[in-house]
């Protein structure tokens, strides 16, 4: 059979487009800069090339349209469009990092705790009437223990294996998650509960533009770690024995694979809440655009996360008045987009 053969012949599933990544890195920029029109007070293309050909000294702006340019873009629309970029991406690539390391394609960034822990370090601030930059420090502090926890009691009874560290990240889970429950049981029902519930659903409306420069950074930093580690983890997804028998140190592997996916998920959290679904979602997605190689399948899973997470943004402040938190956006997006995903990529995992 010809070369030509058995390209026509390969299944669906695993045909890759040419070309995946700068394509979804085109998408990106566009989506980004449509997300910057968007809003109650809309604005056009030509308006965002106005107002940075004015930062540039290209052109001239009324002072008075600059002021509100500058209002719109810089302190409204910026900090949401690069939070959500930054955040997609970090839980997306998290969730690929854990789905290579235990060959699981159902793991996400919650597996070994994170979620639960980050959580109840943002309900604790909160029920404590801290400030916001203490939320969010506790918050990336409680994901971080909960895993240091699960790892804990992974390691409790002998060397950790993937199956005792889910165990122990699914008792970590646990842990925390009750702690939670105990914390939204004593807040004030009329007060503070209310806050805490909403935190919980996820949202961007209070990640100011300083604060979404600080972390993209940090989370970009953690997802060049994890690109770092993608042969290793390409081994690692063959077998602990065949990783080992090419010279890969497994637990250094698996264990910095595991803090740097951590390190993403808690900031992403502290940052905007439970958003859930992109880390489970965009992997998949990505693995069926450019196949399995952590190589290309971690960048471009983080494109695919920020595309993602700028259209949940898009529609959570768009759709009514108000705005729908956007972890239900994601959760009612995802849903579905992971069935379609599934039916296609299942024979993959098999």
């Not at 940075?52 to 002021?67: I, K, M, T």
């Not at 390190?263 to 998949?284: C, K, N, R």
């Not at 494109?303 to 768009?318: E, K, N, P, T, Y």
Request: proline share 5%; hydrophobic share 60%.
């Amino acid at each position: 059979m010809s070369n030509a053969s058995c390209i026509e012949a390969r299944p669906p599933w695993r045909r890759r487009a040419p070309g995946a990544l700068p394509l979804l890195a085109v998408v990106l920029v566009l989506s980004a800069a449509g997300a910057m029109t968007l809003g109650r007070y809309p604005l056009s293309l030509g308006d965002l090339l106005a107002f940075f050909g004015a930062r540039l000294h290209l052109v001239s702006l009324a002072p008075e349209r600059d002021d509100l340019l500058r209002n719109l873009i810089l302190e409204i629309r910026a900090p949401r469009v690069i939070a959500a970029a930054s955040i997609g991406a970090a839980l997306s690539v998290a969730g690929a990092a854990f789905q290579s390391v235990f060959r699981n394609p159902l793991a996400s960034p919650g597996l070994l705790g994170a979620l639960g822990g980050s959580c109840f370090g943002a309900a604790l601030a909160l029920l404590l009437g801290l400030s916001w930059a203490a939320v969010q420090g506790l918050s990336f502090i409680g994901g971080l223990a909960a895993v240091a926890l699960g790892v804990g009691v992974a390691n409790a009874f002998g060397a950790a294996s993937m199956i005792t560290l889910v165990l122990g990240g699914m008792i970590s889970g646990a842990f925390f998650t009750a702690l939670l429950s105990a914390l939204k049981y004593m807040a004030d029902p009329y007060d503070q509960l209310p806050t805490i519930v909403y935190w919980l659903m996820g949202s961007l409306t209070g990640i100011s533009l300083s604060q979404a420069l600080t972390a993209a950074p940090a989370m970009l930093a953690g997802i060049a770690a994890l690109l770092a580690l993608a042969r290793p983890m390409d081994a690692l997804a063959m077998g602990e024995d065949e990783a080992r028998s090419l010279g890969v140190p497994v637990g250094l592997v698996r264990y910095g694979a595991i803090a740097a996916a951590t390190f993403i998920t808690a900031l992403a959290v502290s940052l905007a809440g439970m958003i859930g679904w992109i880390g489970l979602f965009a992997p998949h997605f990505a693995r069926l655009v450019v196949g399995p190689r952590n190589a290309l399948l971690l960048p471009a899973s983080a494109l695919v996360g920020a595309i993602f997470l700028i259209g949940a943004d898009c529609l959570a402040r768009s759709l009514v008045k108000g705005e729908i938190p956007i972890g239900i956006v994601t959760e009612l997006l995802g849903i579905p987009a992971f069935l379609l995903v599934l039916r296609r990529s299942r024979r993959s995992w098999t």
